[in-house]
C-alpha cells in the first residue's frame, strides 16, 4: 500500500526584504490558483487548488522577530480567506470569515512573528466553504524558529520532517468527492500526508523530528509507529501548538483532535533496514461513521543502514524553561457549550450567523480568564481553537480519560472535546485588543456557524 514517496512541500522564499530601523520584513507572494494533480494514475485527473499551485503549500521558516507581510492573490473562482493558526496576528489581518478575497484580488497579510518557536499552518477560512477549500489543498506550514531552539541541537533539516495529516476521498474518476454545504460530520476513505496517500519517507537510522499536523475535515487520530512485530515504539514527545514542552514527554501515541499539533522524535537507530509503520488507532465513536479499510494505516518508514549526518540527534532534557503560563485563576469566567441547534452548530445557542448575540466574551487586555468548554451535544467531535491566545489546558472531566500528560507540557492554541467530557483552559488575553473568534474546528461544524467570537478591550489609560 505504501508506494510513493513523501512529497515535501516547496520552501516559501521572500520576493524581497527591507530593513526599517533595524526591524527586518520579509515580502512573499503567493497566488491561490487552481490545478490539477494525478492522485490516480490510472484514473483523471483532481481538481485541486493550492497556495502557488502545490497542496500543501509552501513552507515557511520564519524566525522570531522577523515581520512578514504575504500578498494573497486569488485567482480562483472561491472566495478565499487566509487565517495564520497558531498566530497572535492583529486583527485586520486573522482571517475573519467575510474578509475574503474574490477572483482577481489580492490581500496582504501582516504578521509580527514575535512568538516563540513553533510549528503553526495557514489554511483558508472563508465563510461556509472553509471545509471546501482546505479539502481542496488551502492549507501550509508554517514554522518560526528561534535561536533558543536552535541551541539545542534538536534533528534539524532533512532530519526534521513536517507531516500534514489528512483523510481525503476520490470518486471513480479520480477526482475529489463533493464536501461542500452539508452539516454532518466527513470522514474520507483515503489516508494522506503531505498530499500523498499512504506515503513512504526512507530515513536514515538516527533521530528524527517529525512535526504531526492533523488537517482533517473531522477526522481525530491517535498515532503510534509500529514495529514489524507490532510493539508501539517508544518516542519523546517535544512540543505541541505553541511550541517546546519545559521538557520531552516520553509516550508511545499521541491523541491529536482536528488541526492539534505534535512534534515528536523517533530514534530510528535500533531499525536499520527495517520498515515501521506511522498509524492511526482512533476509534471513531457514534452513529454515522462510515468504517473504511486501512484508515489506521498512515505511512512507512523505510530505514536504510547508514547514516550521513550524526550531528542534530540530541534532545536534551530541558527545551524551553521559558514557557510563558497563565497565572492560575480559580474562578470559571466563561461557560461554552458546544452543540447542534437547527440545522446549525452552536456555541451557548448562539451560531455565528447572529451577528447581535455572537460576542460571547469580552476579557480586558491583559487579563486571564478561565474557560469551561462543554460538549453538550453531537454527534461528532468539537476541537475547540481560540485565536490570538496560547492556554493552558487546567482538566479534563466526564469522559474516558482526564489530562494526557502531554497535553499539559506546554501551551496550545485548541483542544479536543470527546462526546460528554468538560476541558477547562486558561489564558492570558493579549497582547493585541480586538475582535477575534473561537470555533469548532471540525470543519463541518464550523462552516455550519459553529463559531463566536471575543473581544479583547483597550486598556483605558
Ligand atoms: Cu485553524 Cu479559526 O482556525
Ligand atoms: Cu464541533
Known sequence: ????????????????????????????????????????????????????????????????????????HNNHTDDSVVHLHGSATHTPWDGWPS????????????YPNDQNARSIWYHDHADGITTL????????????????????????????????????????????VSVANESEDFVGDIMEVNGQPWPYLEVEPRKYRLRLYNTATSRPLDIHVEQSNGDWLD????????????????????????????EIVVDFSAFANQNLTLKNAFALSGPGYPQFDNMDLVMSFVVG???????SNEVPSTLNP??????????????????????????????????????????????TQRWRLVYAGGPGYHPVHVHLVDFKILSRTGGSRGVLPYESAGL???VLLEPGETVD??????????????????????????MASFNVTRLET
Open 1 to 72: 500500500i505504501f508506494q510513493n514517496p513523501l512529497p515535501l512541500a516547496p520552501i516559501a522564499t521572500p520576493a524581497s526584504s527591507t530593513n526599517v530601523n533595524g526591524q527586518q520584513i520579509d515580502f512573499y507572494e503567493v497566488t491561490i490558483e487552481p490545478f490539477q494533480k494525478q492522485i490516480y494514475p490510472d484514473l483523471g485527473p483532481a481538481n485541486l487548488v493550492g497556495y502557488n499551485g502545490v497542496a500543501p503549500g509552501p513552507t515557511y521558516y520564519v524566525k522570531k522577530g522577523t515581520q512578514t507581510v504575504i500578498r494573497y
Open 99 to 110: 474578509d475574503s478575497i474574490a477572483l482577481g484580488q489580492y490581500k496582504d497579510y501582516y
Open 133 to 176: 477549500n482546505c479539502f481542496r489543498g488551502l492549507i501550509g506550514t508554517y514554522i518560526i524558529y528561534d535561536p533558543e531552539e536552535d541551541k539545542l541541537n534538536l534533528p534539524t533539516g532533512k532530519y526534521d520532517v513536517p507531516l500534514m495529516i489528512t483523510d481525503k476521498m476520490y470518486t471513480d474518476s479520480g477526482d475529489l
Open 235 to 262: 518516542f519523546q514527545v517535544i512540543a505541541s501548538d505553541s511550541g517546546l514542552f519545559g521538557s520531552p514527554v516520553n509516550s508511545n501515541q499521541v491523541t491529536m483532535g482536528m488541526a492539534e499539533r505534535y
Open 305 to 311: 543502514n547508514s547514516v550521513n549526518d550524526w550531528s
Open 322 to 367: 521559558n514557557i510563558n503560563w497563565p497565572e492560575d485563576r480559580d474562578e470559571v469566567d466563561h461557560t461554552f457549550r458546544f452543540q447542534r441547534g437547527d440545522n446549525v452548530w452552536t456555541i451557548n445557542g448562539v451560531d455565528f450567523d447572529d451577528v447581535n448575540n455572537r460576542i460571547l466574551a469580552r476579557p480586558p487586555q491583559g487579563s
Open 412 to 414: 496550545k492554541d485548541i
Open 425 to 450: 483552559i486558561e489564558a492570558h488575553y493579549g497582547p493585541w485588543n480586538g475582535l477575534y473568534m473561537f470555533h469548532c474546528h471540525n470543519l463541518r461544524h464550523e462552516d455550519s456557524m459553529m
